[in-house]
């Protein structure tokens, strides 16, 4: 029995790390950073596809009942959520920013 977990990306998720993107490739002119960061991601869907439950809960007083969970990826964190089989990608942020309240409640929609 294949127990796998599928991943869905929200707009806004798709949003934030082409605006990354467009940072680390426009502003800092590294297209390799930029790379290292495409690269990072897609190694956070390979392992959250195998184990979604790797990190708990996020106990952020905001999303408190919300089932969030934070994954760290170079210096940027992943906003998911699991519903079902799918691992749902909401946000991306940089690790300083304060991005609690960016994350609005999640209707399972993109």
């Not at 869907?45 to 007083?61: D, G, Q, Y």
């Not at 210096?75 to 691992?87: A, C, L, P, Q, T």
Request: hydrophobic share 40%; glycine share 4%.
């Amino acid at each position: 029995m294949n127990t796998d977990f599928s991943i869905c990306v929200t707009d806004a998720f798709d949003d934030d790390l082409r605006d990354v993107l467009s940072y680390l490739m426009v502003d800092c002119g590294s297209p390799n950073a930029a790379e290292r960061m495409v690269r990072a991601v897609d190694r956070a869907k390979e392992l959250l596809t195998c184990s979604p439950f790797m990190n708990a809960v996020s106990s952020r007083p905001r999303w408190l009942g919300r089932s969030y969970r934070e994954h760290y990826v170079l210096k940027y964190v992943i906003v998911y959520r699991i519903d079902g089989e799918v691992v749902w990608f909401l946000r991306l942020f940089h690790q300083t920013q304060l991005y609690e309240r960016f994350v609005t409640e999640w209707a399972g929609s993109k």
